[in-house]
């Protein structure tokens, strides 16, 4: 028998705990080993719970077991930091699925607020290309995708122009870039390019989106922008003893949501973090505790309408 040691399964009622392996099982793709030891319950009562739900029909395409302990942080995500919705999944311990399983959240989410005629602003990553794959096919002949950043130096099928392409095409809507790269080596470079008309224009467009999806990045290491954009250890320092925490659209902001003085932060294009404030609609969609620290300080700019996370998150969201 599992030890427990997690003590997860502390003061948990029956059906929440149901619904724990339920989603562990057919969402988060763990083995009834992995559950059981998760859980500190015996691989058999895990095999047992499996087959009830199947048999019920508590699992059909997607879990309709509502997990309460998450949705009890969603009500009070929303209260603290005045959000019109919060959406909470359970915290896995694979980066990987994390990701996955917030950008289908986030995905729904979208999905539900849809409909032709709006601009849709799009950040770039991981966590928003699952969101983008989960929305329903349709035809909005009058909406139109729009970047809200440069492109990236390096390809990946989370790039800014892939993600609002795959957008794009699944809504059959126009698909508008900002055809620049996201941070410039010079003022003068990048105040030349701002002057540019096609790009001035993209950029209006962004600042009149309906609805925009968005993602963020910490200065771990471990966020994808490291990876995609060439920053040097010069760079990464100087903004650490700025006080930066993290990113939101290429903008780095310290553990009040605010600028910090770097020069990666005067040359960076992409729509400024304080525009989303006019947007009637912001998804953040991005977990990991890792990620605790920017998500916090994105959150405090107010700028945010809808936020999903992970369970991890929020509580140290509440906690903070």
């Known amino acids: 028998m599992a030890d427990g040691s997690d003590g997860l399964t502390g003061g948990m009622d029956a ?4 619904a724990r392996v339920a989603w562990y099982y057919y969402v988060a793709n763990m083995t009834q080993q992995e559950i059981a030891d998760r859980l500190g319950l015996t691989r ?13 029909g508590s699992v059909q395409v997607e879990i309709r077991l509502p997990l309460a302990s998450c949705v009890a942080l969603e009500e009070e995500l929303k209260s603290r930091f005045k959000l019109q919705d919060a959406v909470v999944v359970p915290s896995i311990r694979d980066e990987v699925a994390q990701k996955r399983v917030i950008g289908e959240a986030a995905g729904v989410l979208l999905n539900g607020m849809l409909k ?3 601009t849709i602003g799009l950040g770039w990553g991981d966590t928003l290309g699952a969101a983008v794959r989960k929305l329903t096919p349709r035809q909005f002949s009058r909406t139109r995708v729009v970047s ?8 990946s099928g989370a790039n800014t122009f892939e993600v609002a392409s795959q957008l794009a095409r699944a809504l ?3 698909c508008h870039y900002i055809p620049s790269l996201l941070y410039y080596p010079d003022d003068e470079s990048f105040a030349g390019l701002m002057a540019y008309p096609p790009l001035a224009e993209v ?10 999806l968005v993602s963020c990045g910490d200065l771990s290491g471990r966020s994808q922008l490291f990876s995609a954009v060439s920053l040097s250890p010069r760079d990464i320092d100087e903004l650490k003893e700025k006080g930066a925490v993290g990113e939101l659209l290429g903008t780095f902001l310290d553990a009040n949501g605010k600028d910090v003085d770097h020069p990666l932060n005067k040359r960076v294009m992409a729509l400024h973090p304080s525009g989303l404030g006019n947007i009637p609609k912001t998804i953040l969609a991005s977990g990991d505790a890792y990620k605790l620290p920017i998500i916090r300080a994105i959150l405090k700019l107010g700028n945010v309408t809808h936020l999903v996370t992970d369970e991890a998150v929020a509580e140290g969201l509440m906690r903070g």
């Open 148 to 155: 809200l950043m440069g492109g990236l130096t390096r390809g």
């Open 172 to 174: 059959g809507a126009e």
């Open 15 to 18: 059906e929440h705990l149901v």
């Open 116 to 118: 032709d005629g709006q």
């Open 44 to 56: 058999l009562r895990v095999n047992k719970i499996i087959g009830q739900v199947r048999a019920d």
């Open 203 to 212: 950029m209006a467009e962004a600042r009149q989106a309906d609805v925009v």
